[in-house]
């Protein structure tokens, strides 16, 4: 069964850091390429993140560029994005999510999600 | 790449046949998808490639278009498929999507 697990979340100050993870199980972890999406209270998806299967390739939304930084451990099936200086409107749910191996790409599997809640 | 989608609510009956919109600030050949989002839960995709069926998705659901111009149809609607509707492209980055399309019981 394909599993994706974040975790990380929490609440932090503006300003402040916090690292998510994410353990995939049920399929070859290193043969697929990665997103982050995440997801404000009450709102729609908004794309943050994606990453290549050997990390070669790298992209960021404008509104993370400089601030967060995506990673992955192929070794240990995990998927990461360090959050640094945040700011209120980075508050959502983040959810790890799987790139269909197949060409044209689509996000075939998402996970539960890890909520982050950034408040003085 | 902006994805503009209409109507972003609507109300409808069950066996209603549905469309929902979605506009592609400039053109994307057929590199658009489409995801259902059910309260509380993850979202599902639903088609890629603007037209091909993810694999145990209901034919009831299908996708046109291309270019700049798409379109989901549900052609008549269940209990199970009120839910909110998101289009994403996939033709560069950064990846976007739409608003989202809710739909409900009328």
């Known amino acids: 069964e394909v599993q994706l697990v974040e975790s990380g979340g929490g609440l932090v100050k503006p300003g402040g850091s916090l690292r998510l993870s994410c353990v995939a199980s049920g399929f070859t972890f290193g043969a697929h390429s990665m997103h982050w999406v995440r997801q404000a209270p009450g709102k729609g998806l908004e794309w943050v993140s994606s990453?290549?299967?050997?990390?070669?390739?790298?992209y960021y939304a404008d509104s993370v560029k400089g601030r967060f930084t995506i990673s992955r451990d192929n070794a240990k099936n995990s998927l990461f994005l360090q959050l640094n200086n945040l700011r209120a409107e980075d508050t959502a749910l983040y959810y790890c999510?799987?790139?269909?191996?197949?060409?044209?790409?689509?996000?075939?599997?998402w996970g539960q999600g890890t909520l982050v809640t950034v408040s003085s | 790449i902006q994805l503009t989608q209409s109507p972003s609510f609507l109300s409808a009956s069950i066996g209603d046949r549905v469309t929902i919109t979605c506009r592609a600030s400039q053109a994307i050949g057929y590199y658009l998808v489409w995801y259902q989002q059910k309260p509380g839960e993850a979202p599902k995709l639903l088609i890629y490639e603007a037209s091909t069926l993810q694999s145990g998705v209901p034919s009831r659901f299908s996708g046109s278009g291309s270019g700049t111009a798409f379109t989901l149809t549900i052609s008549s609607l269940q209990p199970e498929d009120f839910a909110t509707y998101y289009c994403?492209?996939?033709?560069?980055?950064?990846?976007?999507f739409g608003g989202g399309t809710k739909v409900e019981i009328k």
């Open positions: 999510a799987r790139k269909r191996i197949q060409v044209p790409a689509a996000i075939d599997f």
């Open positions: 990453i290549s299967t050997s990390s070669s390739f790298i």
């Open positions: 994403q492209q996939v033709n560069s980055f950064p990846r976007t």
